[in-house]
């Protein structure tokens, strides 16, 4: 048996996205959230004036507040890849 194995075996942190090193979790997980800020691969949209937001329960309280449409009258809140808004942003000259 060894007992140092865990000390042997230690390995450095790594930043599963460019692979850098960190000397701790802690550490690789500040480097992730500034480095490479997790994006939410869709949003939803408010059928009523095009805006978007990350969380269904943000459009709702959205259409609520601004258009005063109730929770239950809301149906089915569009879901969009966050692709189609990029592209908007990129086509403009
Ligand atoms: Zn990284
Ligand atoms: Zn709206």
């Not at 959230?33 to 997790?38: A, D, Y």
């Not at 949003?43 to 507040?65: E, F, G, I, L, W």
């Amino acid at each position: 048996m060894r007992n140092c194995l865990a000390d042997d075996d230690f390995v450095f942190p790594q930043c599963p996205v460019c692979q850098k090193m960190e000397k701790s979790k802690k550490r690789l997980q500040i480097h992730v959230s500034k480095r490479h800020r997790p994006r939410p691969t869709y949003r939803y949209m408010c059928p009523m004036c095009s805006k978007n937001y990350q969380q269904t329960d943000h459009v709702r309280r959205h259409m609520a507040r601004c258009h005063g449409v109730s929770r239950d009258q809301q149906g089915q809140i569009q879901k969009l890849p966050i692709e189609s808004f990029s592209n908007l942003a990129t086509l403009k000259h």
